[in-house]
């Protein structure tokens, strides 16, 4: 059975069958599919495997199902990276296993797919197709989101409906953004703007990287090139602190799994543009210099939020300049 993703969206009770695909280019969608079904089983526990993970070796999956114990609550598995490749395997789950939940999530699957034209025509499967968000879907995700804020006009919205491009995942990403930079829920639209300019938001990113990585000749380069705007220095040291606490996350993580593996199971995901540098972050800075780090972003908001007239671009580049020293530091 094939149903509209919007009405699931809204209850998620409609799904019926055990074995749901998930399918089509709004990787956004299904993310939050992948929430719900968390939240819908929070009892439960939810194991998570690739299609590639399957497929190497079929038997440790096929055991995993198999051991049911009647002392553990009821197991939800997911299925990522689905395509034609796993449907033998499915159809053998699903003649051995019909008392189990499994959610299968594919990239687009074109009408001729083996594996969409089975979910979409058997009776025990169910198929959601993740179309990509239209402009009343994505204004009305912004509406939801920041419920509760002054200053969140239709022109405002646009605003920020214009600069996600339709985009679910990168939509998140600017809400996140607004939601640290007006702390006090009250958006304006001059502040907006500047928030979500990209190139500059782009250009703090790099500058970050250069940081954190300790390359104090690419730091000074850019300090010198990049536009710093005084408004939007907490929003800079949010964006620094978050990458602090993944960072201190995937070190913990990385005592019981290889730094490759820790970093691609850190929730949420790192872009894998991003990878490469946040590997090297990941490399020279250990639970102590984190700290240090943050004992000093710290440190600087509480100065700036002190004294309203203190010069606050020339402490950030300080600031940046003191990480890349304590990164580099024995």
């Known amino acids: 059975m094939q149903y509209k993703s919007y009405l699931v969206e809204q209850n998620f009770n409609l799904l019926k069958e055990r074995f749901i695909l998930f399918y089509g280019d709004n990787l956004g969608l299904e993310q939050d ?47 990522n990276q689905a395509n034609d490749k796993i449907l033998e395997i ?62 969140l006009t239709s022109n405002n919205i646009n605003i920020i409906c214009d600069n996600c491009n339709l985009d679910r995942n990168k939509l998140y990403n600017e809400i996140e953004k607004i939601t640290i930079f007006f702390e006090d829920k009250k958006i304006e639209t001059e502040k907006l703007q500047i928030l979500l300019d990209v190139k500059i938001n782009d250009d703090f990113n790099l500058l970050r990287d250069e940081v954190l990585c300790g390359n104090l000749n690419k730091t000074n380069k850019l300090l010198s090139d990049t536009v710093l705007e005084q408004e939007k220095t907490m929003f800079y040291l949010a964006v620094l602190n978050s990458r602090l606490a993944s960072l201190n996350k ?25 990878k490469p540098n946040f590997l090297l972050q990941a490399r020279k800075l250990g639970k102590k210099k984190i700290k240090k780090i943050l004992n000093e972003t710290y440190n600087l908001e509480v100065k700036i939020k002190s004294n309203s007239m203190i010069d606050k671009n020339t402490l950030m580049k300080k600031l940046m300049v003191d990480i890349c020293n304590l990164v580099n530091a024995s």
């Open 33 to 79: 599919f992948k929430k719900k079904i968390k939240s819908y089983y929070k009892q439960n526990e939810i194991i998570s495997f690739t299609q590639e993970e399957i497929l190497n070796n079929e038997t440790n999956f096929f055991n995993e199902i198999k051991n049911i114990s009647l002392f553990e609550t009821k197991k939800i598995y997911i299925i």
């Open 90 to 151: 499915f159809k053998e789950i699903e003649q051995k296993f019909d008392d189990q939940n499994i959610y299968l999530f594919a990239e687009v699957l074109e009408k001729k797919s083996k594996l969409r034209n089975y979910f979409e025509k058997s009776k025990k499967c169910g198929s959601i197709p993740c179309y990509p968000d239209n402009e009343l879907s994505i204004k009305k995700i912004i509406a939801q989101r920041l419920r509760g804020y002054e200053g």
């Open 250 to 274: 995937v070190n913990e993580l990385s005592i019981e799994a290889p730094l490759e593996v820790s970093i691609n199971n850190l929730r949420p995901p790192i872009f894998w543009k991003d």
